[in-house]
């Protein structure tokens, strides 16, 4: 039997990040193919996308959420490595206990904060939580709180924004029990009732089992239904179609998306209400012999796009007005634009490499 990975190992443990159209979380495996995490993580998408960690992507499927304790499973599209955490056994959790939180905040890479319990069973609307005092931030939502035996005795859910060091997680008493019902699940995706906990698997307004008004708890419908998409995302999930992208796979937040088109990573994002704003990072300059490169980057035979530097690092840049995505007519031209920057930034990131001897980009994905 393989030894357990210390704690400071963190890139061995099972823990990605998720990322759907409003924002991005973390998540830790409960096996080879199932992903827990936070239901504010996840809702109210059904489809969401966990980045592995060689920054490849793959699809999940939102299959039991919990709302009311703030938990989900995902069920991703294949097995995927990654050492599946212990959940704790031992109840005798006390103040001043050493906790370890792992996740990525605010975006970051996979990142360890450490701290202490300050409570074990701390009384908040009408829930007990964990409370502790190691650094919580946005983005380590649905990750895992372990003790020092490495085993997960909460999943991280918030911070107080308005105190310092007050951060809360769901108990691994109440994290088992979720898994458990999960597994002997046989419906393909239910919501638990807030008040008795049963599982609700088609959209309603009262608990089929307790008669719970659920309106008056939670938006029950919105776990059941698509969320409603603006006019600008459909277009731009609709030309990364058309590009072959995966747009699901591509959500990064509200108005932004990330992929990689070959080796470099696109980025497209909404920087203000009047542009859409398209990046990609490609190859980083040498150190000599770079006018026959500046030449290249100056001609004009790369309009509509343009290069500039950030560091030493070539980025291809393209901005569209929005109001010329909703011109008549204009929707398809600019989709064809769209397919053309995700194909040229494959393509020019390979001949800044292989003509102008750039270096590869830090951004990019690693040569196979």
Same mark, same amino acid.
């Given at each position: 039997?393989?030894?357990?990975? &210390?704690?400071? =190992? ?17 998540? !830790? ?24 960690? =060689?920054? /490849?992507?793959? /699809? ?16 991703? $599209?294949?097995?995927? $490595? ?16 050493? @906790?370890?939180?792992?996740?990525? &905040? ?81 419906? $393909? ?8 906990? =049963? ?9 089929? /089992? ?9 938006? !029950? ?6 969320? $409603? ?93 929005? /109001? ?22 494959? @393509? ?11 270096? &590869? ?8």
């Amino acid at each position: 039997m393989q030894a357990p990975h &210390p704690i400071d =190992d963190i890139e061995k443990f099972g823990i990605y990040q998720v990322y759907t159209g409003l924002g991005t979380g973390s998540g !830790f495996l409960i096996d080879a193919k199932h992903l827990l995490t936070n239901c504010h993580v996840t809702a109210p998408y059904r489809d969401v996308a966990v980045e592995l960690r =060689d920054r /490849s992507r793959i /699809s999940g499927r939102v299959r039991r959420l919990h709302p009311y304790r703030d938990l989900a499973i995902v069920e991703l $599209e294949r097995a995927v $490595e990654g050492e599946v955490l212990v959940l704790s056994e031992n109840a005798q959790l006390r103040p001043k206990q050493p @906790v370890h939180i792992l996740g990525f &905040p605010v975006g970051l890479p996979l990142s360890l904060t450490e701290g202490v319990i300050s409570h074990p069973r701390q009384l908040l609307d009408e829930q007990y939580f964990l409370q502790t005092d190691a650094a919580i931030n946005p983005g380590n939502s649905g990750g895992p709180m372990l003790d020092d035996a490495r085993e997960v005795i909460a999943v991280t859910t918030c911070k107080l924004t308005q105190a310092d060091a007050v951060g809360f997680g769901i108990p691994v008493a109440d994290v088992r029990l979720f898994i458990e019902e999960f597994r002997a699940q046989t419906h $393909e995706f239910g919501v638990q009732c807030p008040a008795c906990s =049963d599982l609700i698997v088609t959209a309603t307004r009262y608990c089929p /089992s307790c008669g719970t008004d659920l309106e008056s708890r939670h938006d !029950f419908d919105e776990y059941f239904t698509a969320p $409603e998409t603006d006019p600008l995302v459909n277009f731009v999930e609709s030309a990364l179609k058309a590009a072959e992208i995966n747009p699901i796979l591509a959500r990064h937040g509200s108005h932004n998306w990330s992929f990689h088109s070959g080796a470099p990573l696109v980025k497209v994002w909404c920087c203000c209400s009047e542009h859409l704003n398209f990046s990609s990072p490609l190859a980083q300059t040498p150190t000599r012999s770079l006018e026959g490169l500046f030449r290249y980057l100056l001609s004009a035979e790369h309009a509509p796009f343009a290069f500039d530097l950030n560091g030493s690092t070539v980025r291809m840049n393209h901005v569209v007005h929005i /109001s010329d995505i909703f011109a008549a007519g204009d929707d398809a031209e600019l989709s064809a634009r769209v397919r053309h920057f995700v194909e040229k930034a494959a @393509v020019t990131d390979q001949l800044l490499i292989q003509t102008y001897a750039c270096l &590869p980009g830090p951004e990019s994905l690693p040569a196979i």
